[in-house]
C-alpha cells in the first residue's frame, strides 16, 4: 500500500455549481483540478443526465456558468491574450455562449463592467457586481469618458477613501464605499438597468420558478454594516419594486418562493446572539408572521478541506422547501412545507456540498465515507444512495486512509463526541505520537469525512485524534453557546478528551503529545499552550490571541468581539483582556509554530505577529510562516504551492519535537 502524500492533493477534483437545465432533464457541474506549476485550480465544465457524465468544456481558470436554455450554456470566459488584457485593463466581463449541439463556443456579451449573470429571464439577465458609487459610470459614460475613469480609478488605486465599516473583507479585499447591486439587462435594447439604489447593499437573491419575481434582501449602508436586512420584490413585467418587510430586527439567513409565498429563515438573536440557529416565518402584509420554531441549523457547517467552490444547499418542489441541515456530526436533509410542517427526508452520514432536484428526484454533491467528493442520487423515499460519478475513483486507490472510530466522552451535562484516525502499519506493540486538531468556528464540526491533513499525518505514522467540543454546531443552541467562556467550557471539554484517548489508546505515547488548529482552532492552540505543558509542540493557523486588537481589524471584529467575549474594548477591557491568549504568554513552554496569511482579514496576521514577538522576547522557540497573497482560506482553497508549503511547515515543526 502506498503512502499518502502531501502532494497528493494535487491529484484530487472538486466539483462545485451544481445546476439543472430549465426543463430538468439533465444537470451540469464544475470539476476543479490544482495546477502546481501555474499556482492556480483549472475549471471543467461537465454535462449529465443522471447515467453518463462527460466533460464538455475547459473553462481555464474561470469558474462561472448558467444554463441559458437546454441547448445552450453561458460561460464567463477568454479565448485570446488580448480578450484576457481588455478584461483585466478595460475591468470588463466576456461571457461566452456554448453550444451543446455544435460543441462550439461564440462571443455571447461584453459587459463594460465586472459582472455575473445570476438569471436568465427571457429576453433579459439578472445581473450581479459589486461597485461604488463612481464605478457605475463604467456602464454609464460613453467611451471617451469611459476611458478618462478608468485612468483616474488607476490613480486612484494608490489609496483607498474610509468612512465605514467593514472597510476590508476576507478573500475579497478592500471593500470600503462597495455595494453588492443587482441589475436587468435588456438583451434586445442593449441597456442596464439598475434595481436597486447605489447606496444599497443586496445580500440574497431569488427568482421565482415563473422568471417574474425577484425576492432580494439587503439594506443601505450608513457607516456601519448592519446585521438585519429587508426584503423586496422586484416584478418583472410591471417593472416594480415593493417592499415586502422594512422592520430592523431580523438576521434573515434564507429566503424560500413557495408558489406565491416568500418564506423566511431568520433569527431576533435575542437569545443566543449573533450565531443563534433560526426560525421560519412567512412573509404576509409587511410583516414575519411566525411559521414554525427550528432553531436548527440551516446549512452544511461541516468541516473539509477537500472542496473548492460550492452550491446551492436547498430546493423548492412543489409547495416543499428542501435544505441541508447540520445534525451532530452529519447532514440531513430535512423539509419544510407551507403550514410549517418540518420532515426529516433523508439522513446522510457524511456532507452534502450541493443539492438539485430533477422532476422529484435529488442529486447531491457529497463526501460520503472517507472518499473525495462525487456526485450521488439520494433516493428519499427508501432512504439510499446511489454514487453516479467516479471522477476522484482512482486517486486514493492503494492508498491508506484511514477509517475514522467514534470516541463519546460523557460529561454529567452533555456529551463530547470525537473521532481518532490510527496511523498506517499500526502495530498494537509499539508507541506513537499523536496530534490533537482542533476545528475552527467555532460553530462548526468535524464529521466522518475526509480530511487530507488528517490522513497525511496518519500516513506519517501519527494517531490524530479530533472532536466537537462544546461551542461546536449541530447539537442546538445551547450546546454552541460559548459566549464569554472562550477557553474555559470549551478547553474543558477538549482536554478531557484528550485525556480519554489517551487513557483508551495505550499506544500513544502521552510524551509525544502535539496540537494544532486554524481559525477558532487557533485561538484555541494560543490559549492551550497558555494554560497547559501537555503538548510537545504546537502550530497554531490563522489565529486569535488579542480580543482588544481584533475588535478593530479583523472584518467581523466590530460585532463578532462583543457577541462573543460579552464586552467592548472602551468599556469592558478587562474581560476582553481575560478571554485573550496573549495575556498567558508568559506560561507558554510549548514550542510554538505560527501560520498565517497577510491578505487574513478575518482574523488578521497582527495577531500572530503579537503573540510571535512576547515568545520571541522570552526566549521561547517560536517560528512565524508568513504567506504572501494569501487569505483566510490558506488551507481549503489556498494557491497550491502554498497549500503544500502550509502542511509542509507544520509536519516538520511536529517531527523536530518527535
Given at each position: ?145 469611459r476611458k478618462k475613469f478608468l485612468a483616474q480609478h488607476k490613480k486612484n488605486a494608490l489609496y483607498e477613501e474610509i468612512e ?79 417592499i415586502l418587510y422594512h422592520e430592523d430586527d431580523c438576521s434573515i439567513s434564507q429566503v424560500y418562493l413557495v408558489g406565491h ?120 423515499q427508501e432512504n439510499r444512495l446511489t454514487q453516479l460519478t467516479r471522477i476522484n475513483q482512482n486517486v486514493l486507490k492503494n ?260
Amino acid at each position: 500500500m502506498n503512502d499518502m502524500k502531501i502532494e497528493t492533493f494535487l491529484d484530487f477534483k472538486f466539483i462545485s455549481s451544481l445546476q439543472h437545465n430549465p426543463s430538468q432533464t439533465a444537470f451540469a457541474f464544475l470539476v476543479a483540478k490544482p495546477n502546481e506549476k501555474k499556482n492556480e485550480y483549472l475549471y471543467d465544465l461537465w454535462l449529465s443526465d443522471g447515467q453518463k457524465h462527460q466533460k464538455c468544456l475547459g473553462l481555464k481558470n474561470k469558474g462561472s456558468y448558467l444554463f441559458e436554455s437546454d441547448r445552450s450554456l453561458l460561460v464567463q470566459y477568454t479565448q485570446t491574450k488580448d480578450e484576457e488584457k481588455k478584461v483585466k485593463d478595460e475591468k470588463r466581463t466576456l461571457y461566452y455562449r456554448y453550444h451543446l449541439d455544435e460543441k462550439r463556443l461564440s462571443l455571447a456579451y461584453d459587459f463594460p463592467f465586472p459582472v455575473i449573470i445570476l438569471k436568465v429571464l427571457g429576453t433579459q439577465l439578472l445581473l450581479q457586481a459589486s461597485l461604488t458609487v463612481d464605478e457605475h459610470h463604467l456602464y454609464l459614460d460613453d467611451d471617451d469618458k469611459r476611458k478618462k475613469f478608468l485612468a483616474q480609478h488607476k490613480k486612484n488605486a494608490l489609496y483607498e477613501e474610509i468612512e465605514e465599516i467593514p472597510f476590508y473583507f476576507n478573500n475579497q479585499g478592500m471593500i470600503a464605499n462597495k455595494r453588492n447591486q443587482i441589475f436587468i439587462y435588456d438583451t434586445i435594447k442593449k441597456t442596464i438597468k439598475p434595481l436597486v439604489d447605489s447606496a444599497f447593499s443586496v445580500s440574497i437573491v431569488k427568482v421565482s420558478n415563473d422568471l417574474k419575481r425577484i425576492v432580494y434582501t439587503g439594506s443601505e449602508m450608513k457607516g456601519i454594516k448592519r446585521l438585519t436586512t429587508h426584503v423586496f420584490m422586484y416584478h418583472v413585467d410591471q417593472e416594480t419594486t415593493d417592499i415586502l418587510y422594512h422592520e430592523d430586527d431580523c438576521s434573515i439567513s434564507q429566503v424560500y418562493l413557495v408558489g406565491h409565498d416568500v418564506l423566511i429563515a431568520g433569527t431576533d438573536m435575542k437569545d443566543f446572539g449573533i450565531n443563534q440557529n433560526p426560525d421560519f416565518f412567512i412573509l404576509k402584509d409587511k410583516k414575519l408572521e411566525l411559521l414554525t420554531i427550528y432553531r436548527g441549523t440551516i446549512g452544511n457547517s461541516i468541516g473539509s478541506d477537500v472542496r473548492l467552490g460550492s452550491s446551492s444547499s436547498d430546493v423548492v418542489v412543489d409547495d416543499k422547501v428542501f435544505f441541508v441541515s447540520t445534525v451532530d456530526d452529519h447532514n440531513e436533509i430535512h423539509s419544510i412545507k407551507r403550514d410549517g410542517s418540518i420532515k426529516m427526508e433523508y439522513q446522510f452520514n457524511g456532507s452534502i456540498e450541493g443539492l438539485i432536484s430533477i422532476n422529484h428526484q435529488f442529486y447531491a454533491v457529497g463526501l460520503y465515507r472517507q472518499k473525495l467528493q462525487e456526485i450521488y442520487h439520494l433516493n428519499l423515499q427508501e432512504n439510499r444512495l446511489t454514487q453516479l460519478t467516479r471522477i476522484n475513483q482512482n486517486v486514493l486507490k492503494n492508498k491508506y486512509v484511514a477509517t475514522p472510530k467514534e470516541v463519546i466522552v460523557k460529561c454529567p451535562s452533555h456529551v463530547v463526541k470525537g473521532f481518532v484516525l490510527y496511523p498506517k502499519d499500526f502495530d498494537p506493540f509499539k508507541s506513537y505520537p499523536a496530534i490533537l486538531d482542533i476545528h475552527g468556528g467555532p460553530k462548526t464540526v468535524y464529521g466522518k469525512v475526509y480530511y487530507h491533513e488528517m490522513q497525511y499525518w496518519a500516513n506519517m505514522g501519527y494517531f490524530v485524534f479530533y472532536a466537537n467540543p462544546r461551542g461546536s454546531d449541530g447539537k442546538g443552541d445551547g450546546f454552541a453557546d460559548i459566549r464569554g467562556q472562550y477557553g474555559t467550557i470549551d478547553y474543558e471539554d477538549l482536554m478531557l478528551f484528550t485525556d480519554h484517548v489517551v487513557q483508551k489508546i495505550t499506544q500513544i505515547n502521552q510524551e509525544k503529545l502535539f496540537v494544532t488548529g486554524g481559525s477558532y482552532g487557533g485561538f484555541m492552540t494560543n490559549w492551550m499552550v497558555g494554560h497547559t505543558q501537555r503538548f510537545k509542540a504546537a502550530a497554531t493557523q490563522r489565529s486569535i490571541s488579542n480580543w482588544l486588537s481584533f475588535h478593530g481589524t479583523s472584518d467581523i471584529g466590530f460585532y463578532f468581539s462583543k457577541d462573543q467575549t460579552g464586552g467592548h474594548p472602551m468599556t469592558d477591557t478587562e474581560t476582553l483582556w481575560n478571554q485573550s491568549p496573549i495575556k498567558y504568554a508568559h506560561a507558554v513552554k510549548t514550542p510554538l509554530l505560527f501560520i498565517h496569511s497577510d491578505q487574513d482579514y478575518r482574523c488578521p496576521i497582527e495577531q500572530a505577529m503579537q503573540f510571535f514577538t512576547i515568545l520571541k522576547e522570552q526566549g521561547l522557540e517560536t517560528r512565524l510562516v508568513w504567506f504572501k497573497g494569501e487569505n483566510h482560506e490558506l488551507s481549503r482553497s489556498g494557491k497550491p504551492q502554498a497549500r503544500i508549503k502550509r502542511l509542509h511547515e507544520i509536519t516538520q515543526w511536529f517531527e523536530r519535537f518527535r
